[in-house]
């Protein structure tokens, strides 16, 4: 059966996650879904990160098999066509070996955070970002984010129910970007790793906007990371300013393409 | 009774429009009835813009009289308040001398459109966008536009119940920018005029999308300015990538106060 890599972008709100569920809906059954149309019976894909309730993606990645041998543009048209009005899109699709793997062959995640800071509502970027009503200082929380940075153990920054093996994991990148949004002042975060742990994105972003906001110093983020404890954490943030912003493979299945 | 200005954000899509409407929800019925938890009674109140159904406002401008001489933070708290969960919030309030008047001191106003340009649905700019899955010539669009720009009888581009006295008006500015957006390649529409007609701005991207597909040559656009004609128009777009941007007063009410 050939076997097909599918980039999909949506919108978290609706679902109660990437993950199928027996009476809750989800992103991967509205693309099984889909797919059940185009091919009638039983399918299941796999997707290189699985985002929890609310979380959106901008590029997250996942893998089909099919009996035929689709054009990919063909394939993500007639997805869409049937995956309407789920705030569900697949971007692109291409073809790719049959032991491709959209989460084993994965050596990157990339995440994404939009945390607003203004004190009216947002109309526009409801569901869209975490919004604070409160001044944050960016410096303060990129010194503090320096010390997340590299090879750690950080069970501190992990969900108790959290089924990685373990908790040491390398931390590639955390930059915090002041951006000017459609709706206001907006820290942008950007993380990359090989892989995350569960609620990890937004434990990080909790603890650092306590930073931000004055309520802890840069060195406590430190001192939480090696006390490797989870009640050191500091809240965990809301999921609606998270997005899957990209996965990187040794061979880009969607670059390779076109 | 003391009279503030309020500016106002609101995501167009729930609404038939600004306009109070017997059974319809409107804006400014939403604001009335935030105005009437915080002072029982009747409240009129009155826009710059009244904009249609569908459109939304980054900086919309309305007045109200109240009772009370409110601090205008703790009026713009409480009104955003009392209009959750609608997507409607208040920005700024200004107290403002008696006899200023959100639309008729107004002497400019400033509209965005935003268009984006890509085959799959939008799933996070979804309502927020006027989407086509085509590209677009930006640079045929922009000499288009040239032709508009400056003192005209609009008629061709007003909506044939408009209620404005006069067709002619002088059109200030009509820039075409392209834009990384947050879900693809955009062309986002400043617009800048004293005031506008009913579906101007509508009728002028609609036409320009037109020119920018190569359906219409650019010259073609001063002919349907010339014909006087609603006939020589080009399709009129959907509301949904509107946004009125921001009215232009000679005593700016919100600069003024900080």
């Known amino acids: 059966m050939p076997r097909f890599a599918l980039l999909v972008e949506y919108h978290g709100a609706p679902f109660a996650g990437w993950q199928r569920q027996a009476d809750q809906p989800s ?30 993606a901008l590029a997250q990645v996942a893998h089909c098999d099919l ?17 309407k009005p789920a705030p569900v899109a697949i971007t692109r699709a291409a073809r790719v070996e049959d032991d491709w793997h959209a989460r084993f062959s994965a050596h990157e995640r990339r995440y994404t955070f939009r945390l607003l800071m203004r004190r009216a509502p947002a109309t526009h970027d409801a569901g869209l970002v975490w919004q604070v009503s409160h001044q944050l200082d960016a410096a303060a929380m990129r010194e503090a984010a320096q010390h997340l940075i590299g090879l750690h153990d950080f069970t501190t920054f992990r969900s108790s129910i959290c089924q990685a093996a373990s908790p040491v994991k390398t931390l590639d990148e955390l930059t915090i970007t002041e951006v000017d949004g459609w709706s206001g002042p907006e820290l942008r975060f950007f993380l990359r790793a090989r892989s995350f742990l569960h609620n990890q994105v937004r434990s990080f972003v909790g603890t650092l906007e306590r930073v ?10 430190r001192d939480a990371l090696e006390a490797a404890d989870r009640s050191a954490c500091g809240p965990v943030c809301p999921p609606q300013g998270l997005y899957l912003a990209g996965v990187g493979y040794q061979d880009d299945p969607f670059q390779a393409q076109k």
């Open 212 to 221: 931000g906001a004055g309520a802890w110093e840069p060195e406590r983020v």
């Open 27 to 56: 992103v991967q059954g509205a693309i099984e879904a889909a797919l059940a149309k185009l091919e009638p019976g039983e399918h299941t894909i796999a997707a290189a990160g699985r985002t929890d309730a609310g979380v959106h």
């Open 67 to 83: 009996s035929k041998d689709w054009d990919p543009f063909r394939l993500s048209e007639a997805l869409n066509y049937h995956l």
